[in-house]
């Protein structure tokens, strides 16, 4: 049972336009959600998260949005540069409970063209 | 650089055979939590432990086992080995339970 489900594998954008990575997720217990950015042969790295309790939460250039009552969440990256080309995983908890593991998604492999 | 330390980077071994990974948490970090990254596969969730305790257990193989120690490093141990295990194995850390978690580079397993 996939609790955190990205459904597009890969995304390609142009240098200098936003890119949109969707993920939804169906555990209502829920309430911490991360976004991580993997390239090859290195760990992933924390980007942004956002709580349960806001809507969106922004970091330069990247933004989370989160919509509960529809179960997703998006990163957009604006503008998107080369550098950025990547796995990208959502990634979700439940920060009540003694262990907050994550549970992750399995991953959007972003291209970003110059 | 995540301030989280594992080795080695690249295991090869044999079936049957027993590994140990190491992993060193961020500065301060009091939990550990190791993950597998296998082939088709997302990262899935193995173990967690707090300040030397045990947490909370995810897909972890019977044949896995896991410690954290006074020092808080951490070792993820793999026994009877099997093809089906040769994964990436990455340690992250966090401050507090529920805070964002800190990966390390990870463990290449190859089981021949």
């Known amino acids: 049972d996939q609790q955190v489900k990205q459904n597009s594998p890969s995304l390609s954008v142009q240098e200098g336009r936003i890119s949109i990575l969707n993920c939804d997720y169906t555990n209502s217990m829920f309430d911490y959600f991360l976004w991580y950015k993997k390239y090859p042969a290195e760990g992933p790295t924390f980007l942004i998260s956002i709580s349960s309790i806001k809507d969106k939460n922004e970091d330069g250039r990247f933004t989370v949005f989160l919509n509960k009552s529809a179960k997703h969440l998006s990163l957009h990256i604006v503008p998107s540069q080369p550098g950025d080309s990547a796995v990208y995983f959502c990634?979700?908890?439940?920060?009540?409970?003694?262990?907050?593991?994550?549970?992750f998604g399995k991953g959007i492999t972003l291209s970003v063209r110059p | 650089d995540s301030g989280v330390t594992q080795t080695p980077k690249h295991l090869i071994t044999a079936t049957g055979q027993r590994v140990t990974l190491r992993c060193s948490p961020r500065?301060?970090?009091?939990?550990v939590y190791w993950y597998q990254q296998s082939l088709d596969q997302g990262l899935q969730f193995l173990i967690h432990y707090y300040n030397g305790e045990e947490r909370a257990k995810g897909n972890i193989l019977e044949r896995f086992s896991a410690q954290q120690f006074p020092d808080l490093h951490s070792e993820l141990n793999l026994s009877s080995l099997e093809l089906g295990d040769s994964a990436l194995y990455f340690c992250?850390?966090?401050?507090?339970?529920?805070?964002?978690?800190?990966f390390g580079p990870g463990t290449r397993l190859t089981v021949t």
């Open positions: 500065s301060g970090d009091l939990s």
């Open positions: 992250a850390s966090s401050v507090l339970t529920g805070s964002e978690q800190y």
């Open positions: 990634a979700a908890s439940a920060r009540g409970g003694a262990n907050s593991k994550l549970t």
